[in-house]
């Protein structure tokens, strides 16, 4: 580079020089803006947020330094460890649902069935729309006035009773279900992908022989997409770590706080209740989940990819 | 003889091997139809009921086949239902989205195509690690940064203002629109931009001349992604602006969670198919990007 710089001095005059210079500048100050903004986004306002978890802020923010206080008054209150509690509850079953449930759906359309595109359409669907507005679609037909206990009951079952979201005890697994309907199309996307990148002659020569369907599929197709069951879990433990507006449309955190998550009782604490110090510390406890999901996974794609270069060199 | 057995043996097992197909196929095709018909559910509950009368609503339930057919739910829904004190329906948060969207959605595109075009085609030292650093803004959940945006928001007085918000999907888009671009540029042979600037083409001559015509698909996708994702958005909506500045996403919840609309169902579904329209044609009508965008932006 100074090398260069030195011969185009030596060669030209004194305004080109000017010109290269502001040439070779060109990308750097063009990027420099989104540089300083993701900075600002990214550490400043992580840092920002936990300075305040670690202030005495309530109404207003305040900077007066009181060290972890506010996150032992977070874990000392039953309904940031029953927030914590239904995460865990609720990421267990999502995950693991939606994602069998996806891998059924992508084995089932990759048997070669007619209408492949309409099937796949109408499993991502939910994916395109805000949880927001479905919530909302979801929330009566899980109530008893007009949605699937009324339907039921008018179609002769008088004493059927569904009613997920008015029960304290079963109002987790309508968010359960409803989280796994908008999520497992994606599921089944990403497995549906990873299936057709399976090596056809593997699954050819097992055929030959005689290797009935399901064998095929558990000792040759599953095995070779096995990364993507590990994507699969983390984006939707991301999802599940970050579900907000599910909860809010469909139970708005009850009955009662019966379905209160950290990303909800992060935004009652900031804006309803007016402790913004243990709101941060909360908040930053969400960060902290996320990182306990994203930095073994980051560091195992990197492996693996290191591991792959390394092999194919 | 043997030959006949042979044949009749094997006739018997093509006969098996026949059923055994058949019932195969029945059951993919019950399984997807089954699952098929609870996924459509709710996008039909929501149409259906937007177009039939409350009375009848309220007598057949909200999953029936309609009976009756009207318009009267949407002029409500549009102009003149109440929503968090005022009625004038659901119009000025509809507009205020896509005075959001669209914005915000071009910007940070922009953005990224430049950013992504320098990260891949112009590194510097540090770039990579610049660039590894920029994309952490992917995985940081919005709560982190409440109290920063309040207080950013509050100083240039764009609080409860819908210019705020798309100033806020600017800088947080950044990191998806980047992180796409890049991974897409990176695919475009270097020699090619060796050759262009041997040829004496500039850092924007080589955007504008072999860059931007090889960009349409990763274009499609990011708009895509950025306009649902942001159309979709409901956390910063709902914090940082109220009433009238709002955001639909923000107002439907609004209006879905509020007690004495409760029974509104036929205004509600009006309401609620106005907020999914946008993105549910963007998905009809360009699904492909879209699932590319999905897969490429989680899995990331």
Redesign the interface.
């Given at each position: 580079m100074t090398a260069f710089a030195n011969r185009t001095t030596a060669l030209t005059p004194a305004q080109p020089r000017w010109r290269d210079r502001l040439?070779e500048w060109?990308?750097?100050l063009?990027?420099a803006p989104?540089?300083v903004?993701?900075?600002?986004?990214?550490?400043?306002?992580?840092g920002?947020?936990f300075y305040?978890s670690l202030s005495n802020s309530t109404l207003l923010?305040s900077y007066k330094f009181v060290g972890l206080k506010p996150y032992f008054d977070l874990w000392a209150n039953q309904r940031w460890k029953l927030s914590y509690a239904n995460l865990l509850y609720f990421s267990a079953f999502y995950v693991v649902i939606a994602a069998l449930?996806g891998l059924?759906?992508a084995i089932?359309?990759d048997?070669r069935?007619k209408f492949e595109s309409v099937?796949?359409?109408?499993?991502?669907?939910?994916?395109?729309?805000?949880?927001?507005?479905?919530?909302?679609?979801?929330?009566?037909?899980y109530s008893p006035?007009?949605?699937?206990e009324?339907?039921v009951r008018?179609m002769g079952w008088t004493d059927f009773t569904f009613r997920l979201t008015t029960d304290r005890n079963l109002a987790i697994y309508a968010i359960i279900a409803t989280g796994v309907?908008q999520s497992s199309?994606?599921a089944m996307?990403?497995f549906l992908?990873g299936l057709r990148s399976v090596d056809q002659d593997l699954v050819k020569a097992a055929q030959i022989d005689g290797a009935s369907?399901f064998r095929i599929y558990r000792k040759v197709v599953l095995p070779s997409i096995a990364p993507i069951f590990i994507?699969v879990a983390v984006?939707l433990l991301?999802f599940a770590?970050?579900t907000?507006?599910l909860v809010?449309?469909l139970t708005?955190g009850g009955p009662g706080i019966a379905t209160s998550f950290p990303?909800t009782y992060?935004?009652d604490l900031?804006?309803q209740r007016g402790q913004?110090a243990i709101?941060?510390a909360?908040?930053?406890m969400?960060?902290t989940a996320?990182a306990i999901v994203?930095v073994p996974y980051a560091l195992w794609s990197v492996w693996r990819s290191n591991r792959r270069a390394r092999g194919h060199g | 003889m043997v030959d006949i057995a042979f044949d009749a043996d094997f006739a018997a097992s093509v006969r098996t091997e026949r059923r055994r197909y058949v019932l195969g196929r029945i059951g993919v095709y019950a399984f997807l139809g089954f699952f098929a018909i609870i996924y459509l559910l709710p996008l039909f509950v929501i149409v259906a009921n937007a177009f039939r009368e409350l009375p009848e609503i309220t007598q057949n339930g909200l999953i029936a086949f309609p009976r009756s057919f009207s318009f009267k739910a949407w002029p409500t829904a549009w102009s003149h239902f109440c929503v968090a004190g005022t009625c004038e329906g659901v119009k000025r948060n509809f507009y205020n989205s896509l005075l959001m969207t669209i914005p915000a959605t071009i910007v940070s595109t922009v953005l990224g195509a430049v950013n992504g075009y320098v990260l891949s085609k112009w590194r510097f030292r540090g770039s990579e690690f610049l660039f590894g650093c920029m994309t952490l803004g992917v995985f940081m959940p919005g709560q982190i940064a409440l109290m920063p945006w309040a207080y950013i928001l509050g100083s240039l007085h764009l609080s409860n203002s819908v210019y705020g918000l798309v100033l806020v999907h600017c800088v947080q888009g950044l990191s998806f629109t980047t992180l796409f671009c890049r991974n897409y540029y990176i695919n475009i042979p270097d020699d090619l931009i060796k050759a262009a600037r041997i040829d004496g083409a500039g850092f924007w001559r080589i955007f504008v001349k072999i860059v931007l015509p090889l960009s349409p698909p990763i274009l499609i996708v990011t708009v895509i992604w950025q306009f649902t994702g942001i159309w979709n958005e409901y956390l910063f909506g709902v914090v940082f602006t109220g009433g009238q500045q709002q955001p639909i996403t923000a107002a439907v919840v609004a209006m879905a969670t509020a007690v004495m609309n409760a029974k509104a169902y036929d205004v509600t579904s009006a309401a609620v198919l106005i907020a999914a329209l946008p993105p549910l044609l963007i998905y009809f009508f360009g699904g492909k990007y879209f699932v590319r965008g999905l897969t490429q932006g989680a899995v990331k």
């Amino acid at each position: 580079m100074t090398a260069f710089a030195n011969r185009t001095t030596a060669l030209t005059p004194a305004q080109p020089r000017w010109r290269d210079r502001l040439s070779e500048w060109t990308p750097i100050l063009i990027i420099a803006p989104s540089l300083v903004a993701s900075f600002i986004y990214v550490f400043v306002f992580t840092g920002w947020t936990f300075y305040i978890s670690l202030s005495n802020s309530t109404l207003l923010p305040s900077y007066k330094f009181v060290g972890l206080k506010p996150y032992f008054d977070l874990w000392a209150n039953q309904r940031w460890k029953l927030s914590y509690a239904n995460l865990l509850y609720f990421s267990a079953f999502y995950v693991v649902i939606a994602a069998l449930l996806g891998l059924g759906l992508a084995i089932a359309i990759d048997a070669r069935v007619k209408f492949e595109s309409v099937f796949r359409t109408i499993f991502l669907y939910p994916l395109a729309v805000s949880f927001a507005v479905t919530g909302a679609v979801w929330r009566w037909l899980y109530s008893p006035d007009a949605g699937i206990e009324y339907l039921v009951r008018s179609m002769g079952w008088t004493d059927f009773t569904f009613r997920l979201t008015t029960d304290r005890n079963l109002a987790i697994y309508a968010i359960i279900a409803t989280g796994v309907w908008q999520s497992s199309g994606f599921a089944m996307a990403l497995f549906l992908a990873g299936l057709r990148s399976v090596d056809q002659d593997l699954v050819k020569a097992a055929q030959i022989d005689g290797a009935s369907q399901f064998r095929i599929y558990r000792k040759v197709v599953l095995p070779s997409i096995a990364p993507i069951f590990i994507a699969v879990a983390v984006v939707l433990l991301q999802f599940a770590i970050k579900t907000f507006d599910l909860v809010m449309a469909l139970t708005t955190g009850g009955p009662g706080i019966a379905t209160s998550f950290p990303a909800t009782y992060v935004y009652d604490l900031m804006f309803q209740r007016g402790q913004i110090a243990i709101g941060a510390a909360a908040s930053i406890m969400m960060l902290t989940a996320l990182a306990i999901v994203l930095v073994p996974y980051a560091l195992w794609s990197v492996w693996r990819s290191n591991r792959r270069a390394r092999g194919h060199g | 003889m043997v030959d006949i057995a042979f044949d009749a043996d094997f006739a018997a097992s093509v006969r098996t091997e026949r059923r055994r197909y058949v019932l195969g196929r029945i059951g993919v095709y019950a399984f997807l139809g089954f699952f098929a018909i609870i996924y459509l559910l709710p996008l039909f509950v929501i149409v259906a009921n937007a177009f039939r009368e409350l009375p009848e609503i309220t007598q057949n339930g909200l999953i029936a086949f309609p009976r009756s057919f009207s318009f009267k739910a949407w002029p409500t829904a549009w102009s003149h239902f109440c929503v968090a004190g005022t009625c004038e329906g659901v119009k000025r948060n509809f507009y205020n989205s896509l005075l959001m969207t669209i914005p915000a959605t071009i910007v940070s595109t922009v953005l990224g195509a430049v950013n992504g075009y320098v990260l891949s085609k112009w590194r510097f030292r540090g770039s990579e690690f610049l660039f590894g650093c920029m994309t952490l803004g992917v995985f940081m959940p919005g709560q982190i940064a409440l109290m920063p945006w309040a207080y950013i928001l509050g100083s240039l007085h764009l609080s409860n203002s819908v210019y705020g918000l798309v100033l806020v999907h600017c800088v947080q888009g950044l990191s998806f629109t980047t992180l796409f671009c890049r991974n897409y540029y990176i695919n475009i042979p270097d020699d090619l931009i060796k050759a262009a600037r041997i040829d004496g083409a500039g850092f924007w001559r080589i955007f504008v001349k072999i860059v931007l015509p090889l960009s349409p698909p990763i274009l499609i996708v990011t708009v895509i992604w950025q306009f649902t994702g942001i159309w979709n958005e409901y956390l910063f909506g709902v914090v940082f602006t109220g009433g009238q500045q709002q955001p639909i996403t923000a107002a439907v919840v609004a209006m879905a969670t509020a007690v004495m609309n409760a029974k509104a169902y036929d205004v509600t579904s009006a309401a609620v198919l106005i907020a999914a329209l946008p993105p549910l044609l963007i998905y009809f009508f360009g699904g492909k990007y879209f699932v590319r965008g999905l897969t490429q932006g989680a899995v990331k």
